[in-house]
């Protein structure tokens, strides 16, 4: 059984030596990392990955970390920014905290460190989380105390496997999952048959979740826009689309 994937986290450094070492520490620990080498291209990545945690050098080429993180909130991306920052400076820590960093380490730091840190964060960032019983993805809702699915208000009736596959995409949201890892997930192993249950069980989530219909305010019938997606040769995924609010 392949190690299972402990969060997604985006690392941004300019320095190649900086960016190859806590992507072999993170990976060993048990992350998936993306990386970026500047803030322009540290935004592209975030909004295409919509990573669990962020670790962000302070001093970028060309956009600072400060101004990364101002940007991707008020693009409504609100993942944790863990800043790396060269000097020990009471004003760069008070300024990164201010435009929504979670916590800062000075550079030079140990690897164990900054490993420690991150899962200090994802730790309070998910204790907050599960307060609310609520996950949504646009318009669409799963009340975990009630097990109730509602899409535009309207309530959804699920098989069991269908919520547990649908729930499972939805904390996953924004991250293509593969056949493999819904399969361990959803059915642990101990389905007797291929991978074709995957498929069938998306088609079943397709007609109910995106096959809702609605009437808009000048009483025409719409359908609600399409969340679940398939990437080809690679698996499935549930996305807010860009027009949606929240997304």
């Not at 009630?146 to 904390?171: A, C, F, N, W």
């Not at 040769?233 to 929240?246: C, E, Q, V, W």
């Given at each position: 059984?392949?190690?299972?994937?402990?969060?997604?986290?985006?690392?941004?450094?300019?320095?190649?030596?900086?960016?190859?070492?806590?992507?072999?520490?993170?990976?060993?620990?048990?992350?998936?990392?993306?990386?970026?080498?500047?803030?322009?291209?540290?935004?592209?990545v975030i909004e295409k990955c919509n990573p669990d945690l962020i670790v962000l050098d302070v001093m970028l080429p060309?956009?600072?970390?400060?101004?990364?993180?101002?940007?991707?909130?008020?693009?409504?991306?609100?993942?944790?920014?863990?800043?790396?920052?060269?000097?020990?400076?009471?004003?760069?820590?008070?300024?990164?905290?201010?435009?929504?960093?979670?916590?800062?380490?000075?550079?030079?730091?140990?690897?164990?460190?900054?490993?420690?840190?991150?899962?200090?964060?994802?730790?309070?960032?998910?204790?907050?989380?599960?307060?609310?019983?609520?996950?949504?993805?646009?318009?669409?809702?799963?009340?975990?105390?009630?097990?109730?699915?509602?899409?535009?208000?309207?309530?959804?009736?699920?098989?069991?496997?269908?919520?547990?596959?649908?729930?499972?995409?939805?904390?996953?949201?924004?991250?293509?999952?593969?056949?493999?890892?819904?399969?361990?997930?959803?059915?642990?192993?101990?389905?007797?048959?291929d991978a074709a249950i995957v498929e069938s069980y998306i088609s079943y989530l397709r007609k109910k979740v995106d096959?809702?219909?609605?009437?808009?305010?000048?009483?025409?019938?719409?359908?609600?826009?399409?969340?679940?997606?398939?990437?080809?040769?690679?698996?499935?995924?549930?996305?807010?689309?860009?027009?949606?609010?929240?997304?």
């Amino acid at each position: 059984m392949s190690k299972s994937i402990e969060a997604s986290i985006v690392v941004v450094d300019d320095e190649p030596s900086i960016r190859e070492l806590l992507v072999a520490s993170l990976h060993f620990s048990g992350f998936e990392v993306n990386t970026a080498a500047s803030g322009s291209e540290a935004i592209e990545v975030i909004e295409k990955c919509n990573p669990d945690l962020i670790v962000l050098d302070v001093m970028l080429p060309d956009i600072d970390g400060f101004t990364v993180t101002r940007r991707i909130r008020q693009e409504g991306i609100d993942a944790p920014v863990l800043f790396l920052t060269a000097r020990d400076d009471t004003q760069d820590k008070v300024m990164g905290l201010t435009v929504g960093g979670d916590d800062y380490v000075t550079k030079p730091f140990s690897l164990e460190e900054v490993v420690a840190r991150i899962r200090a964060i994802l730790r309070r960032t998910r204790e907050q989380i599960e307060d609310d019983p609520i996950i949504r993805v646009a318009d669409l809702e799963i009340n975990e105390d009630s097990h109730d699915v509602t899409r535009h208000g309207q309530v959804i009736e699920l098989s069991p496997t269908e919520y547990k596959l649908l729930r499972y995409l939805m904390d996953n949201e924004g991250r293509v999952l593969s056949k493999a890892q819904i399969l361990d997930h959803v059915w642990q192993y101990d389905w007797g048959g291929d991978a074709a249950i995957v498929e069938s069980y998306i088609s079943y989530l397709r007609k109910k979740v995106d096959g809702i219909t609605y009437t808009d305010e000048d009483g025409e019938e719409r359908k609600v826009d399409p969340l679940i997606q398939t990437k080809r040769g690679i698996g499935y995924m549930i996305r807010a689309p860009k027009s949606a609010p929240g997304a």
